[in-house]
Nanobody, 125 residues
Framework: QVQLIESGGGLVQAGGSLRLSCAVS????????MGWFRQAPGKEREFVAA????????YSADSVRGRFTVSRDNAKNTVYLQMNSLKAEDTAVYLC??????????????????WGQGTQVTVSS
């Protein structure tokens, strides 16, 4: 069984930074591509960023590119989302997800096999 636990959320002023972490239990962590999604109240789940199993390939949504960086440490079974220059519209619950040996980095929720519970990020303007 794979479990994902996010941490690092909180309240920050616009222009500030946060780093989210997602710790993954279970074996073969490097066989999973990892994704970050977010969901604001009343809105659909939105893709943020993803990283391949090796960490060599990343992809970010247009809305966060240049501000957010996804990375992973396979020795620690952890994936990170560094968020800089935060805006009020970044406010949401952020969730990490794992996809087993995907052929491409998915930008929709469906291909992901496991999900964390999420961590709240609130950006005050």
């Amino acid at each position: 069984q794979v479990q994902l636990i996010e941490s690092g959320g909180g309240l920050v002023q616009a222009g500030g930074s946060l780093r989210l972490s997602c710790a993954v239990s279970g074996r073969s962590f490097s066989s999973y591509a990892m994704g970050w999604f977010r969901q604001a109240p009343g809105k659909e789940r939105e893709f943020v960023a993803a990283v391949s199993g090796s960490g060599g390939v990343t992809y970010s949504a247009d809305s966060v590119r240049g501000r957010f960086t996804v990375s992973r440490d396979n020795a620690k079974n952890t994936v990170y989302l560094q968020m800089n220059s935060l805006k009020a519209e970044d406010t949401a619950v952020y969730l990490c997800a794992a996809a087993w040996r995907p052929t491409v980095l998915a930008v929709t929720p469906r291909p992901y096999d496991y999900w964390g519970q999420g961590t709240q990020v609130t950006v005050s303007s």
